[in-house]
């Protein structure tokens, strides 16, 4: 399946062509952080696919547990996460962030990642409040009840 993304403000865009059934959710540590958020979507780049059709990401190399070092990009701009890649591999996997993608209302994930480091909050979302958009905010960032 083809698959194109671009960063939020734009300047980074690329495309690659992936396996939808090869999604996954990532609750390690890592991807809590370097996400801002409480869990990571990824979807690989089939080999010799994934191209940067403008802009350059920012890389960040990490060292995992396994002591495995792993490009972290992003947008210098506007600080998306755009793909984390192997280390002088060849040829290098690109992990690319679904969120991140035009296509990712089609990417559902299949698999969950670091499971144990996962947020046990996540279990009650089903059951969560849910609004159509936000709510209005008060002047000291307070909201009704839903
Ligand atoms: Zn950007
Ligand atoms: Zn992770």
Redesign the pocket.
């Known amino acids: 399946m083809k698959v194109d993304g671009s960063?939020?403000?734009?300047?980074?865009r690329f495309e690659a062509e992936v396996d939808p059934r090869k999604v996954v959710i990532c609750h390690c540590t890592d991807c809590q952080t370097l996400s801002g958020t409480v869990f990571r979507t990824v979807v690989p780049a089939i080999e010799g696919t994934f191209r940067i059709l403008s802009?350059a990401p920012k890389v960040y190399v990490k060292t995992g547990e396994s002591g495995n070092k792993r490009e972290q990009t992003f947008?210098p701009?506007?600080?998306?996460p755009i793909y984390s890649a192997t280390v002088g591999a060849n040829p290098q996997v690109f992990g690319l962030r679904v969120g991140a993608l035009r296509q990712r209302d089609q990417l559902m994930p299949s698999d969950q990642f670091w499971f144990r480091s996962s947020q046990p909050w996540l279990q009650g979302l089903p059951s969560m409040a849910k609004r159509q958009t936000q709510p209005v905010f008060d002047a000291k960032g307070g909201f009704d009840d839903p």
């Open positions: 960063c939020h403000c734009g300047k980074i802009g947008c701009d506007c600080g998306t």
